[in-house]
């Protein structure tokens, strides 16, 4: 299978596998990603589509040397170990002020609002890389049925937990941001997660490699899973 | 103790060397843009980066004033700039000591576009995963993740330990200060290693590259300096999206450079002809809008050897000044 290692400056590299958007190509990327965490010579990762950027120490190591540890982890790649992720639910209240556009993504694909909500919950979206915000997956898989074009003019603003589509991907805001996507709902979850020491650790729930389902939930629901997670 | 901001700012913000080993998840490293400044401005201070003690405040084009609560010991560094300690002309590049109550004002940036001002044991805000580093687009980091304004105060070390009395370094104008220095040439050229997309760029897009001079654009910012001039011929495919790193070049979809900086996003879907080595990336972060640089490339090996001799250069002035 077809891959190449090109340097990104003098203390990265990019490893790029075939140039296309496939589950193949990136359940290598992602066991590609998952051998290097153990590699004392990489400093950090960044899995992506068909790619992995890896950052290393330029005055321990020269990029001949990773270049030729890349290399071998590719070549023992056969006794690797599942990478198959985890699901991910995330709740979302579709349409209404939670999603203003679902009447207009029901109307440009000629659905009811109900079969839109119905083909976009019901399945499971694999996460490509995390990007553009923190928390922000793009995701593969949706239905072609949903596919949008984005807004002729972008929000100013986005409330976080918004859940947009626009082309053929669909996705989360995990924070409040200026964007294109049509919205067609909210969740009242958000994506970003604290772990026990206050401040310092505050990771996705999901990463690359892992999988999101989307469950549609009523306002009531959304507004009693607010209170909750604000403790109030 | 502490810092107080008695003036609003253009731009004022904490950085460290920046928010590091969480990419995947979608932060954005962040980090001093002239990163070779705020270090020097660190080592003057005798602050040590692995004791996390690497947090400055970052100023565009103008300072501003601040009070010290307590003796403080601090340094200036960056884009030259007069300052005054209560109306007393002090110098930069040199570590100083402000009594309780002193009032140092930083002027305008003459020549560049950058300042530092690090303290002793530097500013002792709480990381958010691993620094301290302000994130303004995702309001997170440094001081409530916002840039710093008249009235916030900011937690520093007291000065009451020794090391105040070893001090105060001044940086030598003789080796081992030869570190590369800003605003030294007219137009600076930066060093690129092709790469990752170099290949889907025609020979003709590359020689245009290196051959061009381009003016920086008035959008330019923390996440990406937009440059002006001739255009360069465009990758006729589409790429897919993928990750970037510090000095990324990409070409736009109309033929001009973007140089991604220390706040750029983790990833992007425009061609990245190659990428600025380290060791330059500080030569464009004092670079303003109207001003000039121009490309050369470089191997990755040539890249590596430069930015070995530069480690050098820093580990020579760190052992410099502690043999004061």
Redesign the interface.
């Known amino acids: 299978m077809w891959m190449n290692v ?9 490893v ?1 596998f075939e ?3 496939s589950e193949e190509i990136h359940q290598r990327v992602i066991r590609l ?1 998952s051998m290097l965490q153990d590699d004392p010579a990489v ?9 992995v ?1 890896v ?1 290393y120490d ?2 321990a190591y ?3 040397e990773m270049e030729g540890r890349i290399r071998k982890h590719l070549s023992e790649e056969t006794s690797v170990r599942e990478t198959d992720g985890k699901c991910v639910v995330i709740p979302v209240c579709y349409g209404g002020e939670h999603g203003p556009d679902l009447s207009f993504v029901a109307a440009h694909a000629n659905l009811t609002e109900s079969e839109v909500i119905q083909l976009h919950s019901g399945r499971e979206y694999r996460i490509y ?8 997956p ?1 995701l593969g898989g949706m239905d072609p049925r949903l596919e949008t074009p984005r807004l002729p003019s972008p929000r100013t603003m986005i409330p976080a937990g918004s859940v947009g589509i626009g082309g053929m991907q669909t996705g989360i805001y995990p ?1 409040p941001s200026p964007g294109g996507w049509r919205l067609i709902g909210q969740t009242p979850v958000s994506p970003l997660f604290r772990h026990s020491v206050p ?6 729930v999901y ?2 490699g892992d999988r999101i389902r989307f469950e549609p939930i009523s306002p009531e629901e959304y507004h009693s899973m607010m209170r909750e997670r604000d403790g109030c | 103790m502490a810092v107080e901001f008695l003036s609003d700012s253009p731009l004022a913000t904490i950085q460290d060397t920046g928010r ?8 954005r490293r962040c980090g001093a843009c002239d990163a070779w400044a705020a270090r020097i401005a660190g080592l003057l201070c005798g602050n040590e980066i692995q004791s996390g003690q690497d947090a400055v405040i970052e100023f565009t084009l103008r300072g501003g004033s601040l009070r010290f609560t307590e003796n403080t010991l601090f340094a200036v560094t960056g884009a030259d700039c007069d300052l005054l300690l209560d109306d007393v002309a002090v110098p930069m590049h040199q570590s100083l000591i402000a009594q309780a109550g002193q009032i140092l004002k930083i002027g305008a940036a003459k020549t560049g576009l950058r300042i530092y001002l690090a303290v002793r044991g530097g500013i002792a805000l ?5 620094s301290r580093s302000t994130d303004t ?4 980091g440094g001081y409530e993740g916002r840039k710093l304004r008249m009235g916030d105060s900011l937690p520093v070390q007291s000065c009451s330990s020794g090391h105040c009395q070893t001090l105060p370094r001044a940086f030598p104008t003789s080796p081992p200060g030869r570190v590369r220095w800003v605003g030294t040439e007219k137009i600076p050229v930066l060093r690129v ?7 889907l760029f025609s020979e003709e897009a590359g020689q245009l590259f290196c051959r061009n001079i381009y003016e920086i654009g008035s959008d330019s910012n923390r996440m990406g300096c937009r440059l002006v001039g001739a255009t360069i011929p465009v990758p006729s495919e589409d ?5 970037i ?1 510090e ?2 070049v990409q070409i736009s979809s109309g033929g001009l450079p973007i140089v991604m900086m220390a706040d750029h ?4 879907g425009y061609p ?1 002809i190659g ?4 060791s330059d990336l500080p030569v464009l972060a004092q670079k303003r809008p109207g001003e000039r640089v121009a490309f050369s490339f470089v191997t ?2 040539e ?2 050897v ?3 001799r530069d ?1 050098a250069m820093f580990k020579e002035l760190e052992q410099w000044f502690a043999g004061r």
């Open positions: 090109r340097p990104c400056g003098d203390q990265a590299l990019m790029m140039q296309r958007i990603d400093l950090e990762t960044v899995p992506a589509y068909a790619s950027l950052y330029p005055l020269t990029y001949a890389m995390l990007g553009f915000l923190p928390g922000f793009y924070f401040g310092e650790e505050k990771v996705p990463q690359a | 590091i080993g969480c990419a995947r998840y979608g932060y709480a990381p958010v995963m691993g687009g995702c309001c997170l290693v092709p790469g990752p997309q170099d290949e790429m897919i999206s993928d990750p790193v000095g990324s996003q983790t990833t992007g990245k990428t600025v080595i380290h990755v090996e890249a590596q430069i930015r070995r480690e």
